[in-house]
Nanobody
């Protein structure tokens, strides 16, 4: 089993930055990819960015390109989401997710393991 623990959410002003962390533990050798999703009130969960576990290839949603950066610390089995130039519409609960069979996917169903979520609020 793989477990995920997220941290780093909070309140930030528009234009500011936050970095989210997602620490993986357990059978991390089974992970093939990890991703960040977000869910705003009343909206569906949406893909933000993903990274492959073996070679750190990345893929971003159009809304995240040029603003968010996903990265991985191999030694710590931790994935990060650096969020810059934040906007009020980035306000959401952010979740990290891990897959043990798929490459990067925009579909939540590709990920069997999810973190608890971390609230990000951007004030205008």
């Amino acid at each position: 089993q793989v477990q995920l623990v997220e941290s780093g959410g909070g309140l930030v002003q528009a234009g500011g930055s936050l970095r989210l962390s997602c620490a993986a533990s357990g059978r991390t050798f089974r992970i093939t990819s990890m991703a960040w999703f977000r869910q705003a009130p009343g909206k569906e969960r949406e893909f933000v960015a993903g990274i492959t576990w073996s070679d750190s290839n990345t893929y971003y949603a159009d809304s995240a390109k040029g603003q968010f950066t996903i990265s991985r610390d191999n030694d710590r089995a931790t994935v990060y989401l650096q969020m810059d130039k934040m906007k009020p519409e980035d306000t959401a609960v952010y979740y990290c997710a891990a897959s043990t069979w798929a490459t990067i996917s925009r579909h939540p169903t590709a990920y069997a393991t999810w973190g608890q979520g971390t609230q990000v609020t951007v004030s205008s």
